[in-house]
């Protein structure tokens, strides 16, 4: 969710069956013996949860405040964007979005306190259940019918980004009846250089509605990989064999981030059509971390 290049676009329109293709032929070759290990595996033991209760608060997060998102200077964040608010029975963080004046937004952004990485033989498995949509008045609209709404569900190690990686397990794009998801990768050896380009981007359709994301991050004997879930089926497997330039074994201490950007400096969005109606929101159900021994 940090610097992007103008090549998501390409990934975004033109997702292929090449991808699949690849896609299957690092899960066979990378993960054939990977179910007979899990069945050896120890239990999962809780590391961190949120499940933002109704009588709760934020102090797991940072929320941020008087800063500009990464890839958008029209969207400001500030802390009052982000609280405890109630969807679908159910009590949630809400991040919104709203234009404030012009073609400026305000919108919300967290960062966990709690930070992760898998020693080895560990594996940790990041979980959360978010449904995007927006507001007209009285009238709910789906998060396809926005136009330039960026929300995100990553990890990742800020402190000279990228030598420390960015795993994005979730990052959505609404182009206005038309919506598209990716998880993606972002590594470099030196700070504010990724060297992956979009090699790592790997793309999912999705319907309206609530949905639940999960990273599994693993060590096996300094074998690292890292798998992303959407409602349970696996979208994406990544090892150092997606890209030369990749080395997961350097992604250290990430925090966990929730954010809904508005717009895009580089070209993805043409912020001059951005219509996020009265508000835009990512509703957060809960937030679980997990690790075990492999």
């Not at 007979?36 to 940072?62: C, H, M, Y």
């Not at 959505?172 to 990724?194: E, K």
Request: include cysteine; charge should be negative.
């Amino acid at each position: 969710m940090f610097v992007k290049f103008f090549g998501v676009l390409l990934f975004i329109f033109f997702s292929s069956a090449c991808e699949t293709e690849e896609l299957a032929i690092e899960e066979a070759t990378d993960l054939e013996n990977i179910d007979e290990i899990d069945a050896k595996a120890g239990p999962w033991v809780r590391q961190f949860t949120d499940n933002f209760n109704s009588n709760g608060n934020l102090n797991q997060w940072e929320r941020t405040h008087n800063r500009a998102d990464y890839n958008s200077s029209i969207c400001n964040y500030r802390n009052w964007n982000s609280e405890i608010a109630s969807l679908d029975g159910s009590s949630c963080l809400r991040l919104q979005a709203y234009k404030k004046s012009n073609n400026n937004y305000e919108s919300g952004h967290v960062k966990s306190y709690f930070n992760f990485h898998p020693g080895n033989n560990e594996e940790y498995r990041v979980i959360s259940r978010i449904k995007l949509l927006a507001k007209n008045g009285n009238n709910y609209k789906g998060f396809s019918e926005t136009y330039g709404a960026w929300p995100a569900f990553w990890t990742v190690n800020e402190t000279n980004w990228p030598t420390r990686g960015e795993s994005d397990i979730m990052e959505g794009y609404s182009f206005g009846n038309n919506a598209r998801f990716a998880s993606n990768l972002f590594y470099g050896v030196n700070t504010s250089q990724n060297q992956l380009g979009t090699s790592a981007e790997r793309g999912y359709n999705l319907g309206e509605g609530w949905h639940t994301y999960e990273q599994r991050w693993s060590n096996r004997n300094g074998w690292v990989t890292v798998q992303i879930y959407v409602d349970g089926n696996r979208v994406a497997n990544y090892n150092n064999n997606v890209d030369n330039d990749l080395k997961l074994q350097n992604f250290k201490n990430h925090n966990i981030i929730l954010n809904l950007n508005i717009g895009s400096n580089t070209g993805i969005f043409d912020n001059s059509r951005i219509n996020i109606y009265w508000n835009t929101y990512m509703y957060v159900d809960y937030v679980r971390v997990d690790k075990r021994t492999i």
